[in-house]
């Protein structure tokens, strides 16, 4: 008897340290993330119960908005949520967890990736590895294709070979804490390249992926019904605009929901294709300064936000952090 | 199914559960089916090419055994064999004949686009060992036709060895396996090493090895030195990683598989290597081979003809190209250059140190060593010219400009953890020579968990596995 315990003992405790071994490893090998999206760790110090606005998508979201900009323009907080080529079953999650620790008033959804293809939406390993290991994690996981899954439930698969960029003392320290993010969300781009004229994007997606991406836009929906937020839905202004077929998927499929393009404005921004732009899709610094500027003037008409209570301090922080971002984009080759 | 992918993770231990949870009766087809099911895994159609080859063995057997007249028994076997190495030829040989024919009369002759079938050479020398056992009446011819069918295609050593004998796996196929505690730890122990030798060492080392190999012409010769040192290493885990899980699995199962490697690389002569390396191929050699031949009991030259028809037979066995074959004939031609100069050795150990004086034993060893490295070149390189310029710049290295190691593929900090862990691998080897280490570390299962937890962590953190990564075949898998 004395012999089975012993035996079990030992085997439990090999387990436990093995399991304990794997999380930390795991969690010790990722590569830290700084910026452009899925930025979770950074997300979970913001403040609690303090952003008013919330815009959800991918980097389209995280490169056109500067919540600092319109912070000072508005007074109104927001986060960008964003992760790169999130397609709309992780805006989902990424939207329920995040509503764990904030009750924005209103959510912007950037639009084009319900239009994002499988095949080029490969950031799952990204998106949903750097969320927190909570219920809407696992499920993210769940919802996942197959073979990201192991790597996401056991994350040591994915970054193992990472040992040789962990510094020794880091096993017993640990890594070092998240700091708050100063641009809440916003990943400048500093170099522009001149985009000779603007065309319609061709969105690969073949139609069941459209019709399951534009599925998710009802939970999206039902979610915010749920807490009492309003959605809106968005597409950021680019030198490869979304074209009339997928806006008017779009309307179809939103019903109620309001569908803002604001490509429609691009000129009335003072957008310049030569020089606002880092890529045809993208806009650079200077582009997001103008897509903001006219995006708190757009939600200063629409919305009657009062602004809920926040820390100045921080959101002038935020305010002096972006003035020292360039304002003179070098052009890239 | 690799053992060392998720998939085999979870086939053994289903296998294994239905395996002890079944009646007696239906484990061995449920063994069968498992079988087929993991060969079919690499290519379902060539499920077929076996199942063909089990029945082709396991009828001339039954008929070999009702004949009473030589002459009629003969014929079966015959028969048997040039059924099961036609096969062998045309899906292996074929193309190699066809270019080589080609070659000597000049002109391009049409070769086949097959796909070689993974461990045909494993499964055809097995069922071609049972056959010549029946015909020499060694072993009877088995009735049981799910049974024999189970010895040829038995999972855990069906791809890569080792090479079963009739004698040793059908009489403990006929028992009923109780699931037993002691056997699952003495079957976790080498599947756990056999992986740590697979993903950590081989696949690692294979890096450093292919970036130089793919390219010599591109290297220098210490670059070219230590990647053959490197492929030593890694065709030795490779290998014998295949065979330490597949006598795991098995062990598992109740199942003994025999032992395929003994610490090769601490040989002290040619001869000694091959007592060491790949028993069960060197031992079914000889068994039907070599002692066919005549053995040595003949005149010393067809003694050394022998040896060097064994060799290259094992060469080519190993692969349809020149380098195999010439990787073959090295080896037969270390072993006759060994006996040929066995009285000038004698005379030199008696007029300076004995055999055994410590220094004398590193000579050997270092010897044997350098000797086992020079023919690896062959078998590595990817064409002869490719070989010869390896050797060439390796025995040039003094002349050279270049010393350094360069860019391998792999890190600095890779190559010292590939350094330790092969420290490790030849201690490890060593002292299970002298004496077997895992009855000690099963014996305590804090010694034994705590083993079991060492090599599963550095596996997790240092072996080649995960995303971006394949599972990497076997080296053995294309032979």
Redesign the interface.
Known sequence: MKKIVIEIIAFLLALAILIGACCYLGYLYMPERQDTGATWHKYLKEPKESVDVMFVGSSLAYCDIIPARIYEETGLTSYVLAAPYMKPDIAYYYLKEALRTQSPEVVMLEASSFFFADSEADYYKVNIGYMPYTVNRLQATLDAPAKYRFGLLFPLYNYHSRWQNVHPATYFTGRRDAEIDLLAGYSPLDTYRPQEKRVERVFPATEEEREENLGWLEKIKALCDKEQITLELFVVPSCEYMGQTELTQLRGAAGTIPLHDFNRDFEAMGLDPARDFYDSRHTCHTGAEKFSLYLSDFMLDRYTLTGGPHNRELWQERVERLSTLTTKPKEGE | MNFNS?QYLLFLPITLILYFTLPPKIKNPLLLAASFFFYGCWEPAYTLLMLFSIIATYFCGRLMAREEAVGRKKLWLVLCLVINLGILFFFKYFNFFTDTLGWMVGKSLPTLNVLLPVGISFYTFQALGYTIDVYRGDVPAERNFVDYALFVSFFPQLVAGPIERTGNIVPQLKVTHKFSFSNLQEGMLPILWGLFKKMVIADNLAIAVNTVYNAPNDKNGVQLLFATVCFAFQIYCDFSAYSDIARGSAKIMGIELMRNFDFPYGACSIKDFWRRWHISLSTWFKDYLYFPLGGSRVKKWRHLANLMIVFAVSGLWHGAAVTYLLWGVLHGGYQIIGILLTPLREKLYAKTLSKDHPLMTFLRWLGTFVLVNIAWVLFRANTLPDAWRVLKMIFTIPQQSSFGLGDLGI?T??LIVMAAMVLILVLVDRCNRRSPLAPKINAS??L???V??AL??II????Y???GFDPQDFVYFQF
């Not at chain 2, 997790?460 to 072996?463: A, D, H, M, V």
Request: hydrophobic share 55%; glycine share 16%.
């Open positions: 998720l890190t900090a890779m299962p804090w034994r968990y705590g079991w937890l599963v962590l997790l953190i240092f072996g596995y995960g995303d």
